[in-house]
């Protein structure tokens, strides 16, 4: 493995042993540069203007920089007019140039299935922003939120946006604008909205002057106690976050969080992890959407790795989005079931600081919807059956009343509810082989004890300690 593979993570990376044999991935290294921009000094490289100023915008650009055939140039050539790219060095210098599969590849360049949509259930506007917005760039779907579509650029265009229709409009956004005060006076004179989330394109890319209009004016609304900023700068042109005045003007809304959008670990960089870290010093709380992509991020392995580096940069993550059905996203989109299956392996195995809600954005504006394992297996009058994260199946009793079902001999899951049982265990879980070992820690202990008391006339009784071993077999059910 060379150094540059080596210092942008994508040769092997090094993992720590914990006690119980898990690995835990090291912070990642600096991102490489790819060979184009190798020279340029440090002080360019760390000025947001420069990066943007620098951004690839061209298929022309693209193909210098990545192999690619004949038909591919043709078709993203052909692609060029419906959706505009653009990726700083920064960020493009993620990308390993030779796997044509890489997962900020995906992310950023145009691609030939970007033509397709074979189910023919891709939308232009999926969500139906546009019918719930009783002024030109706001939409008012739940009564206590409104969103703000402040600006059509972006620092850097996801391949899978579900807000492509705007992002295509060119002019016009500079300048504060009769509908950006439209929009502000809707907030205002709707004393039900208490959380305005300010969106785009993406709203950091804004003239000073204008992100100050939304800022201070929204911040003075008595309503309004959380503005959201919806921003995928400290991912895709973190520099921009080590600008102090950018900072002190976020801060001084002093109603600000901040809504952002990693998508794979590799994104989190010593830069990104600065540029958060900035925010975070000025008192702005950072939660992260995640969208769940085919290629990109479609794993067990890669969410659990993401999570995890989110939360080491105190990142929360806040959502996992299955993909919306926005025209050119079809080859982004998997199944629900595989979000199922991947929530599934979060949670228990990872903090639950770490674990997201995975959410389905309904079409025609049906708003969100969260999707996760059936932890409750069964019900009756008296009690509850819930499982947890290991398979361990337990009755549980919700509120404190006499019981009104009759014990009925009965095996399985009926004994949970309706016999004398109040626990099925599976076999072999980490939890009981912990408990166990920790119980024989004590008895043994406990057997030194009694030795050297029964000198001195004592006699030690361990029969408290026998009753916090519970015995594991499989589908065995235990009594109460």
């Not at 909205?193 to 800022?215: A, E, H, Q």
């Not at 990109?296 to 989110?310: A, K, P, Y």
Request: with cysteine.
């Amino acid at each position: 493995m060379n150094e540059s593979d080596e210092r942008t993570g994508l040769g092997p990376r090094s993992v720590a042993q914990t006690a119980y044999g898990h690995e835990e991935e090291e912070p990642p290294g600096k991102p490489r540069r790819h060979p184009l921009w190798r020279d340029v000094p440090e002080s360019q490289w760390n000025d947001w203007r420069w990066q943007s100023q620098n951004a690839i915008r061209s298929v022309r650009q693209l193909r210098d920089l990545l192999p690619f055939t004949p038909d591919e140039l043709e078709a993203i050539g052909a692609l060029e007019g419906q959706y505009k790219l653009a990726i700083p060095p920064y960020y493009f210098s993620l990308i390993n140039p030779d796997d044509p599969n890489d997962p900020i590849r995906l992310q950023s360049v145009t691609s030939p299935l970007e033509m397709t949509n074979e189910s023919g259930y891709e939308m232009e506007d999926p969500l139906e922003e546009d019918k719930d917005s009783p002024v030109p760039g706001l939409t008012h779907r739940y009564a206590d939120r409104a969103l703000l579509v402040t600006t059509h650029v972006c620092t850097m265009y996801c391949r899978f946006c579900t807000r492509k229709r705007a992002t295509m409009v060119r002019g016009g956004w500079d300048a504060i604008s009769r509908n950006d005060e439209r929009m502000v006076e809707y907030v205002r004179d709707h004393p039900e909205i208490r959380d305005v989330i300010v969106s785009g394109g993406d709203p950091l890319t804004l003239p000073v002057p204008k992100l100050k209009f939304f800022l201070d004016n929204l911040a003075t609304i008595p309503h309004v106690d959380i503005i959201r900023i919806g921003t995928r700068v400290p991912v895709t042109l973190p520099q921009k976050l080590f600008d102090p005045s950018l900072i002190e003007l976020l801060a001084s809304a002093e109603k600000v969080w901040i809504q952002t959008h990693f998508n794979h670990p590799r994104e989190i960089t010593p830069e990104a992890a600065r540029g958060c870290r900035n925010l975070l010093k000025a008192g702005m709380p950072i939660n992260n959407h995640c969208v769940l992509l085919k290629g990109v991020n479609d794993s067990l392995e890669t969410i659990r790795t993401l999570m995890r580096g989110l939360l080491r940069i105190k990142v929360r993550p806040y959502y996992l989005f299955h993909c919306d059905p926005v025209i050119g996203a079809s080859h982004f989109r998997t199944s629900v079931w595989k979000g199922v299956e991947i929530m599934e392996g979060l949670r228990g195995h990872m903090s639950g600081l770490g674990i997201p809600n995975y959410v389905v954005d309904l079409p025609r504006g049906g708003g969100k919807v969260p999707l996760m394992p059936n932890y409750l297996v069964s019900v009756s009058d008296d009690a509850v059956v819930l499982r947890n994260y290991e398979g361990m199946l337990v009755r549980y009793q919700p509120d404190d009343k006499p019981a009104t079902i009759q014990p009925t001999k009965t095996k399985g899951v009926s004994a949970l509810l309706s016999g004398t049982k109040s626990v099925i265990m599976p076999e072999g879980t980490d939890h009981m082989a912990r408990r166990r070992l920790n119980l024989n820690l004590v008895t043994d202990t406990h057997d030194e004890n009694t030795h050297a008391e029964s000198h001195n006339g004592c006699c030690g009784d361990t029969t408290h300690l026998e009753d916090e071993l519970v015995p594991v077999h499989s589908g065995e059910a235990y009594p109460e």
